[in-house]
């Protein structure tokens, strides 16, 4: 299982990567195993919502199961990764990559603190 | 190879049935009437037999085998149950006879009606639900409708526990309530803390699932149902687990105020294809004016030459119709025989050994499989379908690989608090030696996930149709709809 060193993580297993104020986001290589191949994913919010920590990001189905996605971050969505949409085994072949969900302006970067790190998010996932 | 369907096998103007000659005068259908040309297969008598012979030789069923298929309750359905549904006074009535000319089949709806209020410790019950997600949906309207009548408004929220069936948040959802999860505890039951926090003013209900998704009777049942019952909202049971209960526990003791039977599940009437499937939902004293309307009662009193009369009775505050005539009369035959053939002391005997026959085998095998709750189970028990030792195998894999040595799969990947779930259901009926061949097929699985795991990878090997793929199934929708020519309608 991947588990980048350089992002921060949420227990519900998304991943965010903060640059210059821009929050990546996405779910984890964990998530995309556990949920296996995704189907739809069908996005919650649009460009220019305004969004807090825990608001629903996205609904992914997979041949399994139905997971909500939630925002690890709390800001302005400026962009959502469409592509998903129509391609969405992108999820399953680079989740952390190609398979980015949406770019939000983070409005408190103190709420990062709040994240896993890496070896945290690892020993978690071991845990289950 | 894969088979043909009826369509496939049509050819032009083959025919299967010739009418004899009208003897009386033929005249055109009124144009209003007319669909166009329906695009029906075209087909000999004898064709016709062998493909739906054929088709169901190539399927698997309760007749032939073991079905642990978890949480649907797939028991044994006994032939008597299908004889007696096919005695002509049951089989050939129509739902729109007058009441005095079918005094026997309303008895046998009114006494299913008190023998499921016996059964689960309730005031009445209506039998108007065609399916356990249809009766969920009865339940959430009369928990609305029993606010909306008190003035409170404010009641939008209905609890949901992590580990219940789907039906329930969208039984919920439908109604516009706010669905929100509550958690399980490390014991697998409802987390009363995080139950106690949600508890205020805007509680319309809990949905509650006891024995739960896992198999395991809610330690805490009384406390939740008190607990809800302060915050001044209603608990709806679901009770697709009945069966671990009968003669056993009632639901309407503990103070729950709705439950659903499933008479498919329950109460042996047929599932799935074999269905349709049936919902009675029983309430509490103070819901009882709520419910659907027409309930089956006596409309005048018997004495000791003339029987009771019995006729069509209407709730107060009913929630009105919720289904076309009476639900589905031909499942309520089939539960009634079922309860009658048993009796009290068969009902509760159908209980423990639904519940020993769970226990052995979650013994037998939670050496072998991780067991994630690890506690006395009720009629089912969950699994984790993984080892951390051999990866690359899937739940999946194991469930296909089942289908080589004859079985069923379980069900997998629900409930979906538990990581590659595997979830088993004996049923009351299996002998021992039926366990032990399971138990054995599921041991040498595990073997042969660490020495072959090709073998599960590819599974199953043996049957008429192979590994489906599963993701082009649900991506690439393919739905054929014949219409007529002049369908007024706009083809999507």
Same mark, same amino acid.
């Given at each position: 299982?991947?588990? !980048? ?8 297993? $998304?991943?965010?990567?903060? $640059? ?103 020993? #978690?996932?071991?845990?289950? | ?15 299967? +049935? ?48 073991? #079905? ?50 016996? +059964? ?40 949901? !526990? ?18 929100? !999860? ?93 269905? !349709? ?44 119709? +919720? ?130 795991? $090709? ?38």
């Amino acid at each position: 299982m991947l588990v !980048p060193e350089n992002l921060k993580y949420q227990k519900t297993d $998304e991943w965010v990567k903060v $640059e210059d104020g821009i929050a990546t986001i996405g779910i984890t290589d964990y998530a995309q195993d556990s949920l296996s191949d995704v189907v739809f994913v069908e996005f919650e919010i649009d460009v220019d919502d305004e969004v807090k920590v825990g608001d629903s990001l996205a609904t992914i189905e997979s041949v399994k199961a139905a997971a909500e996605v939630v925002f690890p971050v709390s800001g302005k969505v400026i962009e959502v990764n469409q592509t998903i949409v129509d391609t969405p085994e992108i999820l399953n072949e680079s989740p952390y990559t190609e398979g980015w969900l949406v770019k939000v302006q983070v409005s408190d970067e103190s709420e990062l603190e709040k994240l896993m790190d890496a070896p945290a998010y690892d020993a #978690y996932c071991q845990d289950r | 190879m894969a088979e043909p369907t009826i369509f496939d096998l049509s050819v032009a103007g083959r025919k299967g +049935i010739t009418f004899p000659k009208a003897d009386v005068p033929e005249t055109a259908l009124p144009k209003g009437f007319v669909r166009g040309k329906l695009q029906l297969p075209e087909m000999s008598e004898m064709e016709v037999v062998r493909h739906f012979t054929s088709i169901s030789q190539k399927n698997y069923a309760i007749d032939l085998g073991f #079905y642990p298929l978890g949480s649907c309750t797939m028991k044994y359905n006994p032939k008597i149950n299908e004889a007696v549904s096919r005695l002509s006074g049951f089989a050939a009535a129509h739902p729109h006879q007058p009441a005095d000319s079918v005094q026997g089949n309303l008895y046998l709806m009114y006494s299913l009606q008190e023998m499921l209020k016996e +059964i689960a410790g309730f005031a009445a019950v209506t039998l108007q639900p065609a399916a356990g997600a249809h009766g969920e949906l009865v339940g959430t309207l009369i928990i609305h409708k029993y606010h909306k009548d008190r003035g409170d408004h404010q009641r939008t929220r209905i609890l949901i !526990p992590d580990s219940a069936h789907g039906t329930n948040p969208a039984s919920s959802a439908m109604l516009g309530f706010e669905v929100v !999860p509550l958690p399980s505890d490390s014991r697998g039951n409802v987390d009363l803390e995080a139950l106690k926090g949600l508890c205020d003013d805007r509680l319309a209900g809990l949905m509650f699932t006891n024995p739960n998704t896992l198999g395991l009777f809610d330690e805490n049942v009384c406390e939740v149902v008190k607990t809800v019952h302060e915050a001044g909202g209603l608990v709806y049971g679901d009770g697709a687990n009945m069966n671990a209960l009968l003669g056993v526990f009632r639901p309407g003791d503990v103070g729950i105020d709705i439950l659903h039977f499933n008479l498919h599940k329950t109460f042996s009437t047929p599932h799935g294809g074999g269905g !349709p499937g049936s919902g009675p939902v029983a309430v509490a004293k103070h819901l009882v004016d709520y419910l659907p309307d027409p309930l089956v009662g006596i409309v005048e009193e018997g004495d000791e030459e003339n029987a009771p009369l019995y006729g069509f009775i209407h709730p107060a505050k009913s929630i009105g119709r +919720i289904k076309s005539f009476n639900g589905h009369f031909g499942m309520h035959v089939r539960a009634f025989t079922y309860i009658s053939m048993l009796g009290k002391e068969g009902l509760r005997d159908v209980a423990e050994k639904a519940v020993l026959n769970a226990n052995y085998m979650q013994q037998k095998l939670k050496g072998t499989y991780t067991l994630p709750y690890d506690r006395r189970c009720m009629h089912e028990f969950v699994l984790e379908g993984f080892w951390k030792d051999v990866p690359g195998i899937h739940a999946l894999d194991i469930a296909k690989r089942l289908m080589d040595y004859d079985f069923h799969p379980p069900t997998n990947y629900f409930p979906l608090i538990v990581h590659e779930a595997l979830m088993i259901e004996p049923t009351e009926t299996e002998t021992k030696e039926t366990l032990d061949r399971f138990v054995e097929a599921m041991q040498k699985i595990a073997e042969e996930a660490r020495t072959n795991p $090709e073998l599960l990878h590819d599974a199953p090997h043996n049957t008429p149709v192979r590994r489906c793929d599963e993701l082009k199934a649900a991506k690439d929708l393919v739905l054929c709809c014949y219409v007529g020519d002049d369908w007024p309608g706009e083809i999507v």
